[in-house]
């Protein structure tokens, strides 16, 4: 039976651009979020993590590369080409290449972007990726909402144990613009405070942005001290609604019991759940429910929205890495912002960093349209 690893990764973002800086603010409880005022962005103050743009572009220029790239482009490029850097692949016909992403590059349709508007389709960015680094074959695409990082992970997945790569390589990102601002606010979701998934006293989402890849291999050599095998993934559409999720957590519910059904574990062996948590009313209550229907209750839970806000269709990917450092450390990260339960059901939110031998973890997303996944990853070496 063929293993697949997820290897060697790399996180840009407010809080460092590599994952070993990221997981230490992380690890000392320190937050990307800010007040941001900034009425380019949107008409009235909101909090957000925004990366920064000099340190961006400097981190660009160093690729030594000619040629005129979005800011998510930017973000992309310089992710991957650390993931391919470290882990001295040839990009064969065997190596595969997924873009995952929510809204890609749609900064471009703003009136004064200096971009043709084509660039806004996910198929043009997926083609700028793959040329700039030349891969043999052309980039899979998945947009489905916010759990695009992970189903991207899952995809990966079987496209190696189907044999038709060996290596996939996965950047994912998504950006803070007007028009995802707007969108949020028009549901009555932003929030202008820093975001406190599960809390009693939550008053919305925040949106973040963040650049995160990641190699995912049946290879056992050359593995990142943090590697882990992914041992099973499920997703499940509950068609409930547009944007609200199901009120009873079904399709969250479905999707982690496929997932323990195809990693063949118990689920009283899961260490460590990394869920969605955006700290919006119906989202945080859904996990709840869902997580208590499965006797998930007591186990450590945390939500990485307080560091980073939602962001979007790369916060899975973003998160799963995270998790593999978390596994690698022995370390559970606080889940910032919480206070007081705030959902009818019991959960045991992580509220400060602390030490735990751990061994599997379970990481949950879900997502506009009624979309869940969950996928669950154990230690590749037994630190």
Same mark, same amino acid.
């Given at each position: @039976?063929?293993? !697949?690893?997820?290897s060697? $990764?790399?996180?840009?973002?407010?809080?460092?651009? =590599?994952?070993?800086? !990221?997981?230490n603010?992380?690890?000392n409880?320190?937050?990307?979020?800010?007040?941001? =005022?900034?009425?380019s962005?949107?008409?009235?103050?909101?909090?957000?993590?925004?990366?920064?743009?000099?340190t961006?572009? $400097? $981190?660009?220029?160093?690729?030594?590369?000619?040629?005129?790239?979005?800011r998510?482009?930017?973000m992309?490029?310089?992710?991957?080409n650390?993931?391919?850097?470290?882990?001295?692949?040839?990009?064969?016909k065997?190596?595969?290449?997924?873009?995952?992403?929510t809204?890609?590059?749609i900064?471009?349709?703003?009136?004064?972007s200096e971009?043709p508007?084509?660039?806004?389709?996910?198929?043009?960015?997926g083609?700028?990726?793959?040329?700039?680094?030349?891969f043999?074959n052309?980039?899979?695409?998945?947009?489905?909402?916010c759990?695009?990082?992970v189903?991207?992970v899952?995809?990966?997945?079987?496209?190696i *144990?189907?044999?038709?790569?060996?290596d996939?390589?996965?950047v994912?990102?998504?950006i803070?613009?007007?028009?995802?601002?707007?969108?949020f606010?028009?549901?009555?979701a932003?929030?202008?405070?820093?975001? *406190?998934?599960?809390?009693?006293?939550?008053?919305?989402? $925040?949106i973040?942005? !963040?650049?995160?890849s990641i190699?995912?291999?049946?290879?056992?050599i050359n593995?990142?001290s943090?590697?882990?095998?992914?041992?099973g993934?499920?997703s499940?559409?509950d068609?409930?609604h547009?944007? &609200?999720p199901?009120?009873?957590?079904?399709?969250?519910?479905?999707?982690i019991?496929?997932?323990?059904?195809?990693a063949?574990i118990s689920?009283?062996s899961?260490?460590?759940?990394?869920?969605?948590g955006?700290?919006?009313?119906?989202?945080?209550e @859904?996990?709840?429910?869902?997580?208590?229907?499965?006797?998930?209750h007591?186990?450590? !839970?945390?939500s990485?929205?307080?560091?980073?806000?939602?962001?979007?269709?790369?916060?899975?990917?973003?998160?799963?890495?995270?998790? @593999?450092?978390?596994?690698?450390?022995?370390?559970l990260y606080?889940?910032?912002?919480f206070?007081?339960? &705030?959902?009818?059901?019991?959960l045991?939110?992580?509220?400060k960093?602390?030490?735990k *031998? @751990?061994?599997?973890?379970?990481?949950?997303?879900?997502?506009f349209g009624?979309?869940?996944?969950?996928a669950?990853?154990?230690?590749?070496?037994?630190?």
């Open positions: @039976m063929t293993e !697949v690893h997820l060697h $990764n790399n996180l840009i973002s407010s809080l460092g651009f =590599d994952s070993e800086t !990221v997981v603010n992380i690890h409880q320190v937050s990307g979020l800010q007040l941001i =005022d900034d009425k962005l949107f008409s009235q103050p909101f909090c957000s993590s925004i990366i920064n743009q000099k961006l572009s $400097n $981190n660009f220029d160093s690729l030594g590369t000619e040629g005129n790239f979005t998510l482009e930017k992309m490029l310089t992710s991957l650390n993931v391919i850097q470290a882990s001295k692949i040839p990009l064969t065997k190596v595969g290449l997924i873009i995952s992403t809204k890609g590059n900064d471009v349709l703003d009136k004064k971009f508007k084509e660039s806004a389709y996910l198929s043009v960015l083609q700028v990726i793959k040329d700039f680094f030349k043999k052309d980039a899979i695409v998945v947009s489905n909402a759990v695009s990082g189903l991207a899952a995809v990966a997945k079987r496209y *144990k189907q044999g038709i790569y060996d996939v390589f996965i994912s990102g998504d803070v613009t007007e028009f995802i601002l707007s969108g606010n028009s549901f009555q932003l929030s202008n405070e820093p975001c *406190k998934p599960y809390c009693k006293n939550r008053s919305g989402i $925040n973040g942005e !963040v650049a995160a190699l995912v291999t049946n290879n056992k593995l990142a943090e590697a882990v095998i992914i041992l993934e499920g499940c559409n068609a409930n547009i944007s &609200g199901s009120r009873t957590g079904e399709g969250l519910f479905r999707s019991k496929s997932a323990a059904k195809e063949n689920l009283e899961i260490d460590y759940i990394s869920a969605h955006t700290a919006t009313p119906f989202n945080d @859904m996990e709840a429910i869902a997580f208590n229907r499965l006797g998930l007591d186990v450590p !839970v945390n990485l929205k307080g560091y980073f806000g939602h962001t979007l269709g790369a916060s899975g990917l973003l998160e799963i890495i995270v998790g @593999m450092h978390s596994l690698y450390n022995n370390t606080a889940s910032l912002g206070e007081e339960l &705030g959902v009818t059901k019991p045991n939110v992580i509220t960093t602390k030490t *031998k @751990m061994n599997i973890f379970l990481k949950t997303a879900s997502g009624g979309s869940n996944v969950a669950i990853f154990k230690k590749a070496n037994n630190v």
